[in-house]
Structures are given as C-alpha cells and as structure tokens.
C-alpha cells in the first residue's frame, strides 16, 4: 500500500472501540418488518434499547402515509438512529433546523479548504496556501448557506477564521498535500444492499494506490472530545468501505480518520467478513427505523452526546415535548443527508 503518505502523528494500530452505527434517511416505508436481523460483534445493540428508552409514550397511530421512493440511509442518520430515536426523527422526519454552532461552521470551513487545496498543484500545496483559501471561501459558503451568513452577521470574528488555521495546521502536521493525488474529493458513493436498501454518503477523500489499493479519508474537527464522538466516525467509514466493495468490488485497504485538532490520524483495516457483517447490521437498523415509524414511536435515548443536541426544548428528557407528528414522511434531501456531518 503506496500512498505516497508521510505521517508525523499517527494512532494507526488504534482498535477504535465499539462500532456503532453512523446515519440513516427514511425514505420509502413499506411494511413493518417481520423480523430483525440480530445485531451482530460490536453492534452496541441499541436497537430494543433504544425502542424501550424512558420518557416518552409511544405515539402510535395509523400508518404513516409515506412517500414512493426506494428505502435509503445516510451515515449520518444511520448514527442519529442508533445515538438516540429521537434525534434521527427530529432531523429527518420533522426536519428541524439546526442552525450551525461556530464548531460545526469551523469544520464546514476546514473541509472546503482541504478540498480546494487539492485543486492547486501539488508542489504549492503549503500551509501558507491553505491559509490563504479561509477568507475566500468562508465568503463562499457564506453566500450560498444562509444559515452560515447568519452566524457571525456581517463581522466573522478573527478568532474564528484563525482557529480554522490552527486545523489547517493540524493537517499539515499529519499529512503532507505534495505527496497525495487524491482520486476523489467529496465524493457522492451509493449502492443498494438486500436487494432494496441504498445506502449513501459523501466521502472526504478517496485515495487509490498504484496497486489498486483503497484508502477512504475522513477529517474530524470538531470540538468536542473525539472519544464521545470515535465510534460514530468509524461507524461512518465502515459505511463508506461497504458502499465501495459493493459498487467497485474491492475492499478499501485502509480507512483513515484525521483528527485536525488533535493533529491525529487513526487507520483501520476492514475485512470482507466483517463488512458482511456490518451490512446485515445495516439492513437491521433500516428495519428497525422502518417499524418506528410505522408506529411512530421514537424515544429519547439520553447520552452525554445530548450535551451537542439542539433539541432539548423538544426533547422529554429535558421537559420538552416534541410536534405532532407529520402525516406523510418525505425522503431525505441532499441537504438532510448531511446535517450533523463533521
Ligand atoms: S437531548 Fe438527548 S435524548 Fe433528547 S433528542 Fe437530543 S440526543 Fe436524544
């Protein structure tokens, strides 16, 4: 495996603990399902957990008028559903907005640059140069995000673009640009599983060795402790190393989480065994989301990861209490795939 990577920090032997599952999107919903596929290894199992969390009585009512289209499921809403039932309605199937916090702008910011950079040539790939894409393009997704214009106003603070440099930094110290051609930037992979569910989701960056060899990168901002937030990013990169095996037929060598702020990297090595398993552990959540809403019944599954959810005016765990539940439950939209994505 030859990617022409230089790392000055790594954690690559890290076994990144329990692997949880990332995110879904609801889309078509047939009937309830019969049977669950057993969670499986390192699944935390939270499917009959999470249906029988405290705090909410079941809203259970006719079935759910749904749209015609094909089941799918985003990492990210495949990690809300497993985080907490709740959370994943809130986001998918009521669609509430989440203004961005200055954290989840800043990684928004840091993903743009690193994604642009690679467009220069590689001898000019510096530091100085990634720094100097901050200012251009946060005016960028400024203009076209306006959830993004309104979090600063008109005066983005200085503290917050140079912060953004401190990530850059942070790349730099893990990888050196000069040396990397990318295949794929922001890459949109998708593939159908069990003969009916599409799976989805855009990759950071997709590396492809001389040999053939796949590395999937995913870079990691924000500002919370990595360790609430490890096993939803590796859940992530599983997903993605399905996705691929499923439409390339190879599974990725390597699937590589960045960590900009800590200046980490941490790669894992998938095998075809274990994405077999990780498949049916996806087919199993789809379902299990599939008969929530069918019975609409999402409960409130409380973690320290409630800490970073915009929703406790909402949430009974913290005396809130949710809308009405929507008569017809649309699929998930591009924009929807990705809210809550680092
Ligand atoms: S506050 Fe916690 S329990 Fe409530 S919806 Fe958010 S993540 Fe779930």
Same mark, same amino acid.
């Given at each position: ?5 230089r ?6 032997? %890290? +076994? &990144? ?7 879904s999107?609801p ?9 669950? &596929? ?13 249906q029988a ?6 809203q &259970? ?12 499921l985003?990492?990210?809403?495949a990690a809300?559903f ?8 809130? %986001? ?10 200055? +954290? ?5 910011l840091? @993903?743009?640059v ?5 467009? !220069?040539?590689?001898?000019e790939?510096?530091l100085?140069?990634a ?8 005016d960028r997704? =400024?203009?076209e995000?306006?959830?993004l214009? *309104?979090l ?9 673009l ?9 790349? /730099?110290s893990v ?5 990397l051609e ?6 949109l992979?998708?593939a159908v599983v ?5 799976i ?7 590396d492809?060795s001389?040999?053939?060899?796949l590395?999937?990168?995913d ?22 190393a399905?996705? !691929?095996?499923?439409? %390339?037929?190879?599974v ?7 960590y900009?702020?800590?200046a980490e990297?941490? +790669? ?14 996806? &087919?199993a ?5 599939? =008969?929530?809403t069918? *019975?609409r019944?999402?409960r ?8 970073w959810?915009? @929703? @406790? ?11 009405? /539940? ?5 699929p998930?939209? *591009? ?8």
């Open positions: 495996m030859a990617y022409g990577v790392m000055s920090v790594t954690d690559a032997s %890290r +076994d &990144v603990g329990p692997r949880p599952p990332a995110d999107a889309v078509g919903l047939g009937p309830v399902a019969a049977a669950t &596929v057993p969670l499986t290894e390192a699944e935390p199992g939270p499917l009959t957990e999470a969390g405290p705090g909410v009585e079941a &259970v009512g006719p079935a759910v008028e749904a749209a015609p289209a094909r089941p799918s985003s990492p990210s809403r809300d497993k985080t907490c039932p709740l959370l994943y309605r809130f %986001r998918t199937i009521d669609r509430l907005p989440e203004p961005p916090t200055p +954290d989840q702008a800043r990684g928004t840091v @993903h743009a690193l994604e642009r950079l690679f467009d !220069l040539p590689a001898a790939r510096s100085a140069a720094s100097a894409l901050v200012a251009p393009q946060w997704l =400024r203009a995000q306006p959830l214009a *309104e600063f106003g008109d005066e983005t603070p200085a503290e917050f140079d912060s953004t440099v401190d990530l850059l930094r942070g790349y /730099f990888e050196d640009p000069t040396r990318p295949a794929e930037r922001e890459y992979v998708e069990d003969d009916e569910l599409l989805r989701g855009y990759i950071d960056r997709l492809v001389p040999a053939g060899d590395r999937v990168v870079y990691k901002t924000g500002g919370a402790p990595r360790e609430a937030f490890e096993a939803r990013a590796l859940f992530q990169l599983k997903f993605y399905l996705v !691929l095996w499923r439409t %390339r037929g190879v990725p060598r390597s699937l590589r989480l960045i900009l702020k800590d990297a941490c +790669d894992y090595s998938p095998d075809a065994e274990e994405l077999t398993r990780f498949e049916r552990t996806l &087919v959540l789809w379902q299990a989301i599939d =008969r929530a069918q *019975e019944d999402f409130p599954k409380p973690s320290k990861l409630c800490e959810c915009a @929703h @406790h005016s909402r949430c009974p765990e913290f005396g809130g209490t949710p809308p009405p /539940f929507p008569e017809t439950v649309l998930p939209t *591009e924009a929807a795939l990705a809210v809550g994505e680092d």
